[in-house]
């Protein structure tokens, strides 16, 4: 059996062929601007430029003819709609010319799911992307959510944080490195609410201290990564000891951080959890977890005649508890 996956919630649009639970392919092109802030059209755009080129090289690099596919499986939700529309449009019209059914398939949930390929069976996930920062957790036929951000998420958060020390986009991966070179800890506010975090105030507590010149960018850098995968980490945690489980995934781009690996591995070794993390590709936004995802529900019997196609529509705030989980 061969799916196809189209992701195209954000900044990405992805196309990734798997076969039988094995990535044949995984091909992304990424809009990016200056700053790094989005203009959701601007997105969309970019994404419907570059769908024809990504999706004949996906399949040359899968070795496999348009004909092999058994099912066209796609990002549904949570997303920014233009974009999302143009990944639904892709979707109609590969469905429509080999007339083959198509997967709806949760963006947050795939995340999850490709941890399954690194060898996780019941894990509770910390999700850390651009736009959103979840602790998901399977209990009772649902995705749950134990924890998020009351504000931003833990990347556009880092991101603006990058463009302050004027890091280019995207962030992450400069303030990395910057914060590896951070010796002294400043103190920064800490702010976990049950659950949950929030963001914003650590945001305007490093501007003033960033305008206040009296710390260098690598110890705020430095600090601000302590700080705020302290938070994650605790969470975390948490919602290990609440669910009984004994992993931890991490999923989504901020999971590249190196930091933010050891401090999950220090926690999961004290208390005999085990800790996966699936290769920087597929934690970043890509098709191939859509693929994987969407031959997982379409061997359990979910998806939708090419023919029925109208009956289709994004879902932009999906949330990932509202997905009945009946591939299980
Ligand atoms: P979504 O929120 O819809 O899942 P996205 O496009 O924002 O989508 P990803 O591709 O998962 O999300 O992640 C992008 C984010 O990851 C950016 O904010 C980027 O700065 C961050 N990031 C990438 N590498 C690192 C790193 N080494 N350390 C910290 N953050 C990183
Ligand atoms: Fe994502």
New binding site residues.
């Given amino acids: 059996m061969i799916v196809l996956g189209i992701e195209s919630?954000?900044?990405?649009f992805g196309i990734g062929v798997v076969r039988n639970g094995k990535i044949l392919a995984n091909l992304k092109d990424?809009y990016t601007t200056q700053s790094?802030g989005i203009v959701p059209k601007e997105a969309a755009k970019h994404h419907s430029e570059v769908k024809e080129k990504i999706y004949s090289d996906a399949l040359e690099k899968a070795e496999i003819n348009e004909k092999e596919i058994d099912a066209i499986a796609f990002s549904q939700g949570?997303?920014l709609a233009p974009c999302l529309l143009e990944g639904l449009r892709f979707a109609k019209e590969l469905s429509g010319r080999l007339k083959k059914p198509f997967v709806p398939v949760n963006?947050?949930i795939s995340?999850l799911e490709i941890g399954k390929i690194t060898g996780a069976e019941n894990p509770v996930m910390l999700y850390?992307?651009?736009?959103?920062t979840q602790i998901i957790a399977y209990s009772a036929n649902r995705y749950r959510i134990f924890g998020e951000t009351l504000d931003l998420?833990?990347?556009?958060f880092?991101?603006t944080f990058?463009r302050l020390l004027d890091l280019g986009?995207?962030?992450?991966?400069a303030?990395?490195k910057l914060a590896e070179k951070g010796k002294k800890y400043i103190e920064l506010p800490y702010v976990v609410k049950g659950m949950d975090i929030s963001l914003s105030g650590i945001l305007t507590n490093l501007r003033q201290k960033f305008e206040s010149e009296k710390y260098s960018r690598e110890d705020l850098a430095y600090s601000m990564q302590e700080t705020v995968f302290a938070m994650l980490i605790e969470t975390a945690e948490r919602a290990l000891a609440h669910t009984g489980k004994k992993e931890l995934l991490l999923g989504?781009?901020?999971a590249?951080?190196?930091r933010?690996q050891s401090m999950a591995k220090i926690m999961c070794e004290e208390r005999g959890a085990r800790l996966f993390v699936p290769e920087n590709a597929l934690?970043?936004?890509n098709g191939a977890m859509i693929a994987f995802l969407g031959e997982v529900m379409f061997k359990a019997g979910i998806s939708f005649s090419h023919n029925k196609i109208d009956d289709l529509d994004i879902m932009p705030r999906q949330r990932t508890d509202e997905i009945e989980v009946r591939w299980k």
């Fill in positions: 919630t954000a900044h990405t990424t790094g949570p997303g963006h947050c995340h850390v992307s651009g736009a959103n998420g833990v990347g556009n880092i991101d990058a986009f995207p962030g992450g991966p303030v990395q989504g781009g901020v590249c951080n190196n933010l934690l970043v936004d």
